[in-house]
């Protein structure tokens, strides 16, 4: 089946410019997840959704970044105000929901390449 | 403060070989230890994982090893072929948090 898709691939804006980033869950999923992955660095954690609402924010840098999931399904990432700084991989995943005893495989996707000149 | 440590940075293996990556992480309230490998211009994607109840999980040619007293663990792929050539993460994860964290990656070139 199809994986967690991303888009756009790449994007290219300039300082002060706002961008989204949009990013398709695998079917049935009901978590979804964005990272931020920096040259030669693992991801970092910016936000978890359970269905529409985010149930934990705490890695989002400030108030420039901003996500929704209004279906439960896609989401977008927002970033206002885009800085140098922002310039990074973002990273999108999703799995299935078991609750806090259990675990459960978060698959990525591709990620978008944010570059901010 | 960097939650996750791995090492070494980066590592070059011959065909054949053992690769070993090792990790220590300093909260103890991870519970979950996933090791993902990422391919460039890829997201990464899980290769195995453990939980610290066990000191030792193989699948295949991967093998976590787990100390709970030391907040180490390390992956062992054995038989390194150049196919395996990726960056490797380790991450831990606290029960009910959801969030992964990621250590910052070896990169692994295994040459024939």
């Known amino acids: 089946g199809a994986g967690v898709s991303q888009t756009p691939s790449n994007k290219v804006t300039e300082k002060g410019k706002y961008v989204e980033l949009r990013c398709d869950p695998i079917?049935?999923?009901?978590?979804l997840y964005w990272y931020r992955q920096s040259l030669g660095q693992g991801p970092e954690f910016l936000i978890y959704?359970?269905?529409?609402?985010?149930?934990?924010d705490s890695g989002l840098p400030n108030d420039r970044f901003f996500a929704v999931r209004p279906e439960g399904s896609v989401s977008t990432l927002k970033i206002q105000r885009t800085e140098r700084g922002d310039s990074a991989v973002y990273l999108c995943?999703?799995?299935?929901?078991?609750?806090?005893?259990?675990?459960?495989?978060?698959?990525f996707g591709p990620g978008t390449r944010l570059t901010v000149l | 403060q960097q939650q996750v440590k791995q090492s070494p940075q980066s590592l070059i293996v011959q065909k054949g070989g053992i690769s070993i990556i090792n990790c220590a992480y300093e909260?103890?309230?991870?519970?979950?230890f996933p090791w993902y490998q990422q391919f460039p211009g890829k997201g990464p994607a899980l290769l195995i994982a453990?939980?610290?109840?066990?000191s030792e999980k193989k699948e295949g040619r991967f093998t976590i090893s787990f100390n709970k007293s030391a907040k180490q663990f390390s992956l062992h792929i054995m038989d390194s072929q150049p196919g395996d050539s990726a960056t490797y993460f380790c991450?831990?994860?606290?029960?009910?948090?959801?969030?992964?964290?990621f250590g910052k990656g070896t990169k692994l070139s295994v040459i024939p």
């Open positions: 995943a999703s799995s299935l929901y078991v609750g806090a005893s259990g675990y459960n495989e978060q698959f």
């Open positions: 079917s049935g999923h009901t978590a």
């Open positions: 959704f359970q269905g529409t609402g985010a149930a934990d």
């Open positions: 909260n103890t309230a991870f519970d979950y």
């Open positions: 453990i939980r610290p109840d066990v």
């Open positions: 991450a831990g994860e606290g029960a009910g948090s959801y969030q992964l964290t």
